[in-house]
Nanobody, 124 residues
Framework: QVQLVESGGGLVQAGGSLRLSCAAS????????MGWFRQAPGKEREFIAA????????AYADSVQGRFTISRDNAKNTVHLQMNSLEPEDTAVYYC?????????????????WGQGTQVTVSS
């Protein structure tokens, strides 16, 4: 069992930056693939980024490639999402999630554990 708690959301102007964090419980954090997803009102949950247990593999959605960076600190059981050059279209609730296998990590239905989400609002 893994419990996930996101933090770092807020209101930012377009062009600004935010850094989201996700703290995980448990002693086997490094065995989990971690993903970030977001969901805007009336839209499906959307893949943003994923990182393998060791951090050696990462994947990004085309919409955030070059602007967002996912990273993890296994010693602190945390995963981060650095978001730069934010746009109003990035406004959503952001969720972190965990699963044990890398294959299929861009699909939200493949994740076993979810945090409660943190709101990110980008004003124009």
């Amino acid at each position: 069992q893994v419990q996930l708690v996101e933090s770092g959301g807020g209101l930012v102007q377009a062009g600004g930056s935010l850094r989201l964090s996700c703290a995980a419980s448990g002693r086997t954090f490094s065995s989990y693939v971690m993903g970030w997803f977001r969901q805007a009102p009336g839209k499906e949950r959307e893949f943003i980024a994923a990182i393998s247990g060791t951090g050696g593999l990462t994947a990004y959605a085309d919409s955030v490639q070059g602007r967002f960076t996912i990273s993890r600190d296994n010693a602190k059981n945390t995963v981060h999402l650095q978001m730069n050059s934010l746009e109003p279209e990035d406004t959503a609730v952001y969720y972190c999630a965990a699963r044990t296998n890398w294959y299929g990590s861009t699909r939200y239905k493949n994740y076993d554990y979810w945090g409660q989400g943190t709101q990110v609002t980008v004003s124009s």
